[in-house]
């Protein structure tokens, strides 16, 4: 059994305590029987209480003393153990002398129990709890390089990168994209980003994948710094804590990009957005939490302090005179000339203004100017001589050059006053340029504002003086050049940060509001296919057609006229810029409505040439009220699917041909009436123009029941159609909305993924069949099959013809010889698609 501590009782000790403790809760117990025995039957059921009491007690002191033995004959229980029993039989024995109403005797055990150390106890205990720490310290400090504080920053570290890792939504992928960055060898060039082999060797190297770096920066973990031959990506504040926070959690990044992609769609996908907003949300990174910028801090190991301590007392010794009486100062050559290194703070060695190698101090060897970069903070001075008491011409030498005390703060960077100990204060940094409208944290602490302003001025340098650079005359001129209007530009700006896009209808630029949801609006298009011409815009094809971003020379023209505004050198102009055509674009843009097409671009299947119509045979129908104006939204959000998207003929099941209704222009003007979003949902749904099944139960009587008796959220949704929402049945539904287009070819019975047959089988809680469910008089199934009496298997029907523009009559022919208007052709609900 191990020893006991100084100061508490032996184990025997706890057993005599124990043992005795016990013996007055028995005792207790049998005065408190005894009275039971020896009362009247008129008190009987209070005594009964008291004894019931004591005996409870004295039975735990009993067991307490018992079990006090057992671990005392046990070499593997502590004495704590033992004394724990003894002290809780004491207490159960005072409690059944209280309950028994006899004299708390037991109360005198406590004092063998609680003996009071002596002086000379209590400092051997002190002195060995602060040995055990110390021998407890100093192994830490051999396994981990860190003090207390920085360890405890360390394991703050982690468990903030548990937190906010796996928000980041990364793969492993992304983690070597920033180490390529950190190691200062990653550069954009042709459209590619690589990491050079040497550092200021813009060429060649090995490729680094493309979408992650566009990612990256986008999301604003790296920054392009343009130079002569490249641009060069670094990591901004925010990249280097996320980066920081990565390789301590690797286990929160996902496996794979696909993993990443579901894992960003799940959390940023609402009910209420459309399904490519939800796409286009999950393909952007998010950045960093903010309050990860706050909370996180590089730890410090003691290697770091024991430089930073003798750079403390080479410092203050340089400041107060660097002399000593009675110690020969030593004096350096005087060709040398010495400058201060903004990354370790030592003033060290230069030849032709570049710092000699030396061995960074403060952070990792990529960012320290002694591997070969020029300091751009201090301005070098030359060595100084010795320095002799009783020179008096010192005070004629010319003023010192101002030190960083003295600089102003740079635009943007700010100090912030950190936590300060007994024998210092510290500060850190933050700009409100990495991230905007967030004043975001810099990594790093200093102790002194010359340090921190060196610091903010090596940011500034990196992340922000390229775009505060005065322009030169050669830009001013260029600026010149390139006269963009305010509009021109804001189209530019859609370009890079919104979807610019070409439709039949025109030119739209989607989602172009940011403090407003799911705002487009329509561009001009001469003003498109002039920025095209000039080579400020390139065409891109995807899934959904074509869009339209900057290209490298727009990106350039665009920055270099932010630039230019924001120093007051060139406002936009009043019109619209007409600008020089390429020599490969002055043939004009194709545009798409008027079914043109790029070089290379191929026609889709659907998209026959106009040469072939077969009009399809419509039925006389009643004129259709005028498409409003803005019905041409319905073309780009709800546009027919593709012809290569149809289901192959061998799925075709067999058709089921139901009776079309024919709407009358009273029905007409109530299609008319409803709301754009709600007429595109019931175009959708086919309830347009639903076919009622025969019912035993008349129009009055469901009327009254729908008023009375459906809830209040049936209704409102019923009010929103033009026949309804909930009364209609799968089966009553109508005519697709490609068929009300006259485009019956992209039938969406013809279509992969349409409406197919089911068995008409009611199925239970559990998933069983409980009862088939016939609806209608020919037992067909109760599924919707559009009612166009158009073919839904078999070849597909050739697509209609587009209408062609008359042309204008001759000025000599009679007006009466013009063409006569054509009235308006009927099943058209949606005019504005085709």
């Given at each position: 059994?191990?020893?006991?501590?100084?100061?508490?009782?032996?184990?025997?000790?706890?057993?005599?305590?124990?043992?005795?403790?016990?013996?007055?809760?028995?005792?207790?117990?049998?005065?408190?029987?005894?009275?039971?025995?020896?009362?009247?039957?008129?008190?009987?059921?209070?005594?009964?209480?008291?004894?019931?009491?004591?005996?409870?007690?004295?039975?735990?002191?009993?067991?307490?003393?018992?079990?006090?033995?057992?671990?005392?004959?046990?070499?593997?229980?502590?004495?704590?153990?033992?004394?724990?029993?003894?002290?809780?039989?004491?207490?159960?024995?005072?409690?059944?002398?209280?309950?028994?109403?006899?004299?708390?005797?037991?109360?005198?055990?406590?004092?063998?129990?609680?003996?009071?150390?002596?002086?000379?106890?209590?400092?051997?205990?002190?002195?060995?709890?602060?040995?055990?720490?110390?021998?407890?310290?100093?192994?830490?400090?051999?396994?981990?390089?860190?003090?207390?504080?920085?360890?405890?920053?360390?394991?703050?570290?982690?468990?903030?990168?548990?937190?906010?890792?796996?928000?980041?939504?990364?793969?492993?992928?992304?983690?070597?994209?920033?180490?390529?960055?950190?190691?200062?060898?990653?550069?954009?060039?042709?459209?590619?980003?690589?990491?050079?082999?040497?550092?200021?060797?813009?060429?060649?190297?090995?490729?680094?994948?493309?979408?992650?770096?566009?990612?990256?920066?986008?999301?604003?973990?790296?920054?392009?710094?343009?130079?002569?031959?490249?641009?060069?990506?670094?990591?901004?504040?925010?990249?280097?804590?996320?980066?920081?926070?990565?390789?301590?959690?690797?286990?929160?990044?996902?496996?794979?990009?696909?993993?990443?992609?579901?894992?960003?769609?799940?959390?940023?996908?609402?009910?209420?957005?459309?399904?490519?907003?939800?796409?286009?949300?999950?393909?952007r990174l998010p950045p960093l939490d903010p309050s990860a910028l706050r909370l996180y801090q590089r730890p410090v190991t003691l290697v770091e302090q024991e430089a930073r301590a003798a750079r403390e007392a080479i410092e203050q010794w340089e400041d107060e005179g660097g002399y000593c009486?009675?110690?020969?100062?030593?004096?350096?050559?005087?060709?040398?000339?010495?400058?201060?290194?903004?990354?370790?703070?030592?003033?060290?060695?230069?030849?032709?203004?570049?710092?000699?190698?030396?061995?960074?101090?403060?952070?990792?060897?990529?960012?320290?100017?002694?591997?070969?970069?020029?300091?751009?903070?201090?301005?070098?001075?030359?060595?100084?001589?010795?320095?002799?008491?009783?020179?008096?011409?010192?005070?004629?030498?010319?003023?010192?050059?101002?030190?960083?005390?003295?600089?102003?703060?740079?635009?943007?960077?700010?100090?912030?006053?950190?936590?300060?100990?007994?024998?210092?204060?510290?500060?850190?940094?933050?700009?409100?340029?990495?991230?905007?409208?967030?004043?975001?944290?810099?990594?790093?602490?200093?102790?002194?504002?010359?340090?921190?302003?060196?610091?903010?001025?090596?940011?500034?340098?990196?992340?922000?003086?390229?775009?505060?650079?005065?322009?030169?005359?050669?830009?001013?001129?260029?600026?010149?050049?390139?006269?963009?209007?305010?509009?021109?530009?804001?189209?530019?700006?859609?370009?890079?940060?919104?979807?610019?896009?070409?439709?039949?209808?025109?030119?739209?630029?989607?989602?172009?509001?940011?403090?407003?949801?799911?705002?487009?609006?329509?561009?001009?298009?001469?003003?498109?296919?002039?920025?095209?011409?000039?080579?400020?815009?390139?065409?891109?094809?995807?899934?959904?057609?074509?869009?339209?971003?900057?290209?490298?020379?727009?990106?350039?023209?665009?920055?270099?006229?932010?630039?230019?505004?924001?120093?007051?050198?060139?406002?936009?102009?009043?019109?619209?810029?007409?600008?020089?055509?390429?020599?490969?674009?002055?043939?004009?843009?194709?545009?798409?409505?008027?079914?043109?097409?790029?070089?290379?671009?191929?026609?889709?299947?659907?998209?026959?040439?106009?040469?072939?119509?077969?009009?399809?045979?419509?039925?006389?129908?009643?004129?259709?009220?005028?498409?409003?104006?803005?019905?041409?939204?319905?073309?780009?959000?709800?546009?027919?699917?593709?012809?290569?998207?149809?289901?192959?003929?061998?799925?075709v099941p067999a058709v089921i041909r139901r009776p079309q209704r024919t709407l009358t222009p009273e029905e007409y003007g109530v299609v008319q009436g409803t709301p754009l979003l709600n007429l595109q949902a019931a175009l959708i749904m086919g309830i347009v123009d639903p076919v009622p099944?025969?019912?035993?139960?008349?129009?009055?009587?469901?009327?009254?029941?729908?008023?009375?008796?459906?809830?209040?959220?049936?209704?409102?949704?019923?009010?929103?159609?033009?026949?309804?929402?909930?009364?209609?049945?799968?089966?009553?539904?109508?005519?697709?909305?490609?068929?009300?287009?006259?485009?019956?070819?992209?039938?969406?019975?013809?279509?992969?993924?349409?409406?197919t047959v089911d068995g008409n089988w009611v199925h239970g809680l559990d998933g069983r069949t409980v009862a088939p469910l016939i609806l209608r008089p020919g037992d067909e199934p109760c599924v919707w099959w559009c009612r166009c009496s158009c073919p839904k298997d078999g070849p597909v029907?050739?697509?209609?013809?587009?209408?062609?523009?008359?042309?204008?009559?001759?000025?000599?022919?009679?007006?009466?010889?013009?063409?006569?208007?054509?009235?308006?052709?009927?099943?058209?609900?949606?005019?504005?698609?085709?």
């Amino acid at each position: 059994m191990p020893q006991t501590e100084t100061g508490e009782p032996t184990p025997q000790t706890c057993l005599q305590v124990a043992r005795q403790a016990a013996e007055l809760a028995v005792a207790a117990a049998d005065e408190a029987t005894n009275a039971v025995c020896r009362s009247r039957s008129g008190n009987t059921a209070h005594l009964e209480e008291v004894m019931y009491a004591a005996d409870r007690e004295a039975a735990e002191a009993e067991r307490h003393a018992a079990r006090a033995e057992d671990y005392a004959a046990d070499p593997e229980m502590p004495d704590r153990a033992v004394i724990y029993c003894a002290r809780e039989a004491v207490d159960r024995a005072v409690r059944a002398q209280e309950a028994a109403g006899v004299e708390a005797t037991a109360t005198a055990l406590r004092a063998a129990l609680e003996r009071k150390l002596t002086p000379q106890e209590h400092a051997e205990r002190e002195t060995a709890r602060r040995r055990e720490e110390a021998q407890q310290e100093a192994e830490e400090r051999a396994a981990t390089g860190m003090d207390s504080d920085n360890r405890h920053q360390t394991f703050m570290n982690r468990f903030y990168a548990e937190e906010y890792v796996p928000e980041l939504g990364w793969t492993a992928g992304h983690v070597r994209v920033l180490e390529a960055a950190e190691t200062g060898r990653l550069y954009w060039r042709d459209g590619q980003a690589r990491q050079a082999a040497r550092r200021g060797v813009w060429d060649g190297g090995r490729k680094v994948h493309r979408e992650r770096t566009q990612a990256l920066h986008a999301a604003g973990f790296l920054v392009a710094v343009q130079d002569a031959e490249a641009r060069m990506l670094t990591l901004t504040p925010m990249g280097q804590v996320a980066l920081a926070l990565a390789r301590l959690h690797p286990a929160a990044l996902y496996e794979s990009d696909q993993a990443a992609y579901e894992a960003r769609y799940a959390r940023v996908a609402k009910r209420h957005d459309r399904s490519d907003d939800k796409k286009e949300a999950a393909r952007r990174l998010p950045p960093l939490d903010p309050s990860a910028l706050r909370l996180y801090q590089r730890p410090v190991t003691l290697v770091e302090q024991e430089a930073r301590a003798a750079r403390e007392a080479i410092e203050q010794w340089e400041d107060e005179g660097g002399y000593c009486p009675g110690v020969p100062t030593p004096a350096p050559a005087t060709e040398e000339v010495t400058a201060r290194c903004p990354c370790c703070g030592l003033r060290k060695v230069t030849v032709s203004g570049v710092l000699v190698p030396h061995k960074p101090t403060r952070t990792a060897a990529d960012d320290c100017p002694g591997s070969g970069l020029r300091p751009g903070v201090e301005t070098p001075c030359p060595a100084v001589e010795p320095r002799v008491e009783d020179a008096p011409a010192a005070a004629a030498e010319a003023a010192p050059a101002p030190g960083a005390d003295e600089l102003p703060w740079p635009p943007g960077v700010r100090p912030v006053s950190l936590m300060s100990t007994h024998y210092r204060d510290w500060w850190g940094l933050e700009c409100t340029r990495c991230v905007p409208g967030v004043s975001a944290p810099l990594p790093g602490k200093w102790d002194s504002t010359g340090d921190a302003r060196l610091a903010a001025y090596a940011h500034y340098d990196d992340a922000h003086r390229p775009a505060d650079d005065v322009l030169t005359e050669q830009e001013i001129a260029e600026v010149e050049r390139w006269p963009l209007s305010a509009a021109q530009r804001t189209v530019l700006s859609w370009a890079r940060h919104a979807e610019l896009r070409e439709y039949d209808d025109g030119f739209w630029a989607l989602d172009c509001v940011p403090d407003r949801w799911d705002v487009n609006k329509k561009v001009a298009r001469a003003r498109v296919t002039g920025l095209w011409a000039a080579g400020l815009l390139d065409v891109r094809l995807d899934s959904s057609g074509r869009y339209l971003v900057p290209s490298q020379e727009g990106r350039r023209v665009a920055r270099l006229l932010r630039r230019a505004k924001r120093q007051g050198v060139a406002e936009p102009a009043a019109k619209d810029a007409r600008l020089a055509p390429l020599p490969k674009r002055s043939s004009g843009y194709p545009l798409q409505s008027e079914g043109r097409y790029f070089k290379g671009e191929e026609r889709p299947e659907g998209d026959p040439a106009p040469a072939e119509p077969v009009p399809a045979p419509v039925a006389a129908e009643p004129p259709v009220a005028t498409a409003r104006a803005d019905q041409p939204l319905l073309r780009r959000l709800f546009a027919p699917r593709a012809a290569h998207e149809q289901r192959p003929e061998h799925g075709v099941p067999a058709v089921i041909r139901r009776p079309q209704r024919t709407l009358t222009p009273e029905e007409y003007g109530v299609v008319q009436g409803t709301p754009l979003l709600n007429l595109q949902a019931a175009l959708i749904m086919g309830i347009v123009d639903p076919v009622p099944n025969a019912s035993p139960m008349p129009e009055e009587a469901g009327e009254w029941v729908r008023r009375h008796v459906w809830p209040e959220h049936f209704q409102a949704i019923e009010r929103k159609y033009p026949w309804g929402f909930n009364r209609w049945a799968t089966c009553e539904r109508g005519t697709c909305w490609n068929c009300l287009s006259r485009r019956c070819d992209l039938c969406v019975h013809r279509q992969s993924g349409g409406p197919t047959v089911d068995g008409n089988w009611v199925h239970g809680l559990d998933g069983r069949t409980v009862a088939p469910l016939i609806l209608r008089p020919g037992d067909e199934p109760c599924v919707w099959w559009c009612r166009c009496s158009c073919p839904k298997d078999g070849p597909v029907p050739a697509r209609p013809a587009k209408k062609q523009k008359a042309a204008p009559p001759a000025a000599s022919a009679p007006a009466a010889t013009a063409t006569p208007a054509r009235a308006p052709e009927p099943e058209v609900l949606q005019a504005a698609l085709w």
